[in-house]
């Protein structure tokens, strides 16, 4: 059964200032902690709008498959919404294959002036979506995506307009402010193996502090707490450690390289961060300070030791990342990615036939792809 989400937010008496916005949620479905950032920008939006969220079907054909074959399951029927008018709808995907879930809402279109997407994971492997989720990307004005490289490859596909849009991190949760750090270096998600084994060493030798993830596509019991605690850890680390997707996912190698939630995340808490940087053209621009990542190159193990006990103890360098910190939670977290989007007012839906053509494509469930 899903969860009740129809709850709207903002204030009572701001709220006639405020956009009316309906967001449609996965989250009562998807567990992968990592899917704890859709929640952060979600949260962000409902937070500075007059917001209703309301809970969708996360597409997948099993489930289509089991609902097709047990007449009771209403998983896949028309999904209600609180109001019948909003200024826009914003749907937050962590991959294209989500974008089905709009196509669940009762009369969308009519609705809601304008949709507005993120997506997340662009990634060019998982492009086939773009087609064959058409129907469900016809309803849409506006999709932001992630990745730079790929918005030439959405905006063939997809009949709206395409723009590059960076993570981010919440501000509300990450901040640098918290003095007491217990945790030296703290490793969370990916992880590079032969870097792993060499900071296990350094931690035992030095007795530091090293806390890593224990497993790999982690499932939380509740994602909000599961996000909470992740704030928490990196509010208390000295350090982080963060790599590039292309050093840790072979399979990613060679697509491009993404400026992920933990480069913002790490920098939002004002902590030192070991790795390498990726090779994302604007990651200087994003993050300026020169020395934000402190590299380590598991090759040599002696200079890698003496990288991570040196930068601990660098006092100089921990005050120019409590001012990064700063830097990061104004310009780039959840909130003022929501600001850009409200920003957007000026790009309209199109004409009325536009209008009309979507329209007609937002219902029918029963058979959506």
């Known amino acids: 059964m899903m969860e009740d989400l129809s709850g709207s937010a903002g204030s009572p008496t701001s709220a006639g200032a405020q956009p009316t916005v309906l967001i449609p949620t996965n989250r009562s479905t998807y567990r992968l902690v990592s899917y704890g950032s859709v929640i952060d920008f979600e949260e962000a939006m409902r937070e500075r709008t007059n917001a209703d969220l309301v809970d969708v079907p996360a597409y997948s054909r099993r489930a289509r498959l089991r609902a097709a074959l047990t007449p009771s399951d209403r998983t896949f029927r028309p999904v209600p919404t609180p109001r019948d008018k909003y200024d826009f709808c914003f749907f937050v995907a962590m991959e294209p294959s989500w974008i089905s879930s709009l196509r669940y809402i009762e009369g969308l279109r009519e609705k809601c002036g304008r949709v507005v997407v993120y997506v997340f994971d662009a990634w060019l492997a998982n492009a086939d979506w773009l087609r064959r989720s058409r129907r469900a990307w016809e309803l849409c004005d506006l999709v932001y995506i992630s990745f730079p490289w790929a918005v030439d490859t959405y905006s063939r596909h997809l009949s709206c307009p395409v723009e590059y849009l960076p993570q981010a991190a919440r501000a509300a949760r990450f901040h640098p402010s918290r003095r007491e750090r217990p945790i ?23 007795d530091l502090f090293y806390h890593y993830s224990e497993a790999m596509a982690q499932q939380a019991v509740d994602l909000t707490e599961s996000q909470q605690l992740l704030a928490r850890l990196c509010q208390s680390a000295r350090s982080q450690v963060c790599w590039p997707v292309e050093m840790t996912r072979q399979d990613r190698k060679g697509e491009g390289s993404p400026i992920t939630v933990r480069w913002f995340e790490a920098a939002a808490c004002g902590s030192i961060v070991f790795g390498a940087r990726p090779s994302a053209t604007d990651f200087a621009e994003i993050f300026p300070y020169d020395d934000f990542v402190v590299q380590l190159d598991y090759r040599r193990p002696a200079e890698f030791e003496r990288t991570i006990v040196s930068a601990l103890t660098d006092e100089a360098d921990w005050l120019a990342r409590q001012e990064l910190a700063q830097y990061v939670r104004a310009r780039h977290s959840w909130e003022a990615r929501c600001d850009t989007i409200m920003g957007s007012a000026d790009k309209r839906p199109g004409s009325d036939s536009s209008r009309a053509s979507r329209a007609a494509t937002s219902v029918a469930p029963a058979d959506a792809p």
Do not use: M, Q, W
């Open 184 to 206: 030296d270096v703290l490793s969370v998600g990916r992880r590079l193996a032969p870097a792993h084994s060499l900071i296990l060493e350094i931690a035992e030798k030095h």
